[in-house]
């Protein structure tokens, strides 16, 4: 699948996202700007946030209590901001696009 990574300038960049890995790997993996990562992928830093593209929303779905929780700390959040860590990539999620906050924490 690929997913496309907006940057808050509006630069857009278009990857392979392997199936099983999450958006927040495929991110570190291409060098997307924009997205921290500091704890690897736990849910516990907040800082792999991204907005969900609104057309993206309902396949990609809601953070979990737990990612919510975790989604206080994260910078200037809206109603479609996940941890991207958090979002597992699936063939469903073919052309998913999501777009980086303007800063992390
Ligand atoms: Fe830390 Fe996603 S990488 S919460």
């Known amino acids: 699948p690929k997913i ?11 990857v392979d996202a392997p199936v099983g890995s999450t958006v927040m790997e495929t991110a ?14 736990a849910c ?9 593209d609104p ?8 953070p979990s209590p737990m990612e919510e929780d975790m989604l206080d700390f ?13 979002i597992k990539i699936t063939e469903a999620l073919d052309g998913l696009v999501v777009e980086t906050p303007e800063r992390q924490g």
């Open 28 to 41: 570190l993996r291409n060098n997307i700007p924009g997205i921290d990562a500091e704890c690897g992928g």
């Open 44 to 52: 516990s830093c907040a800082t792999c946030h991204v907005y969900v």
């Open 55 to 62: 057309d993206w929303s309902e396949a990609v779905g809601g």
């Open 74 to 86: 994260a910078f200037d959040i809206r109603p479609t901001s996940r941890l991207s860590c958090q």
């Open 4 to 14: 496309t990574f907006v940057e808050a300038s509006g630069e857009r960049h278009t």
